[in-house]
């Protein structure tokens, strides 16, 4: 299908750029130009309606047995022109972040209260690191600027602060920019609420 519309696209340019040439030739119609044309506007905007922005399942997240919530890109409510999430595997991630204006929010529910560390999984292009944002968890933000890491499926995870969730209910989560550094702000994998006194994990 894609490889069709192509076609289609390289014929209307040549009709449009061309069209002494084109309507010459004796199998190709001026109506047919126009008809394919106006065919080939509707599955493009099928195709950015539909095939750039996958539905996501954006459920409520809820608390794992060992205390912690998983925030993950793919349950995140996107909200904007740009940021999207990249369901590529090698991707798996909330990208193509160029509008800071962009920004996303994660629904959760916890049962057990305490205090949380918040550890995002970012990635950042070698160069494009220094933009300013921050994280809100209900009425309290949690500031930080994201760190080059030498590419943007390049995450590294990162303790950007310790909120108190004083009492079980649902909560919402929220990503937003101040600044933007360079040409894009970053990708974001995941965000994760870890009990506060739980012990580190290897490698960390």
């Known amino acids: 299908m894609v490889k069709i519309y192509v076609r289609v696209m390289v014929l209307i340019f040549t009709a449009l750029s061309f069209p002494t040439s084109i309507m010459a030739a004796p199998k190709v119609k001026p109506e047919v130009v126009v008809a394919l044309s106006t065919r080939l506007v509707a599955w493009q905007k099928d195709v950015n309606g539909k095939g750039e922005k996958p539905k996501l399942d954006n459920k409520p997240s809820t608390q794992d047995a060992d205390g912690s919530v998983l925030l993950h890109s793919k349950t995140a409510s996107v909200h904007g022109v740009k940021l999207q999430y990249e369901p590529q595997v090698n991707k798996n991630t909330l990208g193509f972040w160029v509008n800071e204006k962009d920004w996303a929010s994660w629904e959760f529910v916890v049962t057990v209260p305490g205090k949380f560390k918040i550890e995002v ?84």
């Open 121 to 204: 999984l970012q990635g950042c292009g070698a160069g494009q690191g220094g933009s300013d944002v921050f994280v809100n968890v209900g009425d309290k933000k949690f500031p930080f600027v994201v760190e080059d890491t030498g590419g943007f499926q390049m995450f590294k995870p990162r303790i950007i602060g310790e909120v108190e969730i004083p009492k079980a209910g649902k909560y919402s989560l929220e990503i937003r920019v101040v600044k933007k550094a360079k040409s894009a702000v970053m990708d974001v994998r995941q965000i994760r609420l870890i009990p506060a006194d739980a012990a580190p994990e290897k490698g960390k």
